[in-house]
């Protein structure tokens, strides 16, 4: 079975804080994804990375920055929390077009 | 740019009921993904259909293709309480098949016992 693990699965932070969220796969898959899902919005692409290092913008990248260093390990930064980012964030990796997402991490900005 | 519709957003419906989801695209899908997420939970890849006016079941759910590829519907038969939870479309972004998507908003289904 495919497995993508999310850090946490609740995370609290204050205004201005810089956040990591992390994701590790273990499927050797390529393509890996960062999605935030807001009621009413459904899922969001934030960013994508096709291969280490390598990355590319998403529908809604403001704020955000990622990191890539390994296959296996996507993160998500936020480099100064605001509370428009309280959200659910999902990981995803991706195998003949389809997407397995991590359970997800819900984070509070206060 | 590209969207992907999708109605109703909220269905209350009776045990045993039908249901049903509808997706429209602005544009034209190489494919379309149904996704479900359970509350609580992260969404989990249901079925991919690819061809024009493609129709597939999985017991109790029957999921459709439009001729155009522009459109898509997910129909549950006497829904059950297990059924509980969002439905999300999604389509490739372009002619990508690098596995980027764009959903629609979901449809959160509830059902009352």
């Known amino acids: 079975d495919v497995k993508v693990t999310q850090s946490s699965r609740y995370l609290v932070k204050r205004t201005g804080e810089k956040v990591f969220l992390e994701c590790v796969q273990d499927?050797?898959?390529?393509?890996m994804f960062w999605y935030r899902q807001d009621p009413g919005l459904g899922l969001r692409l934030i960013y994508f990375?096709?291969?280490?290092?390598?990355?590319e913008k998403g529908d809604i990248p403001e704020g955000y920055s990622v990191s890539r260093e390994k296959k296996e390990r996507f993160s998500l930064i936020l480099e100064s929390a605001s509370t428009n980012q309280t959200s659910m964030y999902l990981c995803?990796?991706?195998?003949?077009?389809?997407?397995?997402f991590g359970s997800g991490t819900q984070l509070s900005v206060l | 740019g590209q969207q992907v519709m999708q109605i109703p957003q909220y269905q209350h419906v009776q045990e045993g009921e039908d249901f049903t989801t509808y997706c429209n695209s602005s544009?034209?899908?190489?494919?379309i993904q149904w996704y479900k997420q359970r509350p609580g939970g992260h969404p989990v890849f249901l079925i991919q259909?690819?061809?024009?006016?493609e129709v597939k079941k999985q017991k109790r759910l029957t999921f459709q293709f439009g001729e155009a590829k522009k459109n898509s519907s997910l129909h549950i038969t006497a829904t059950q309480t297990t059924d509980v939870g969002t439905y999300f479309c999604?389509?490739?972004?372009?002619?990508?098949?690098?596995?980027?998507?764009?959903f629609g908003q979901g449809t959160t289904l509830q059902v009352k016992p």
């Open positions: 995803a990796s991706t195998k003949g077009g389809k997407l397995f």
């Open positions: 259909l690819v061809k024009s006016g």
């Open positions: 544009t034209t899908l190489s494919n």
């Open positions: 990375s096709y291969d280490v290092k390598m990355k």
């Open positions: 499927m050797d898959h390529e393509n």
């Open positions: 999604a389509g490739p972004r372009g002619s990508s098949n690098t596995g980027k998507l764009i």
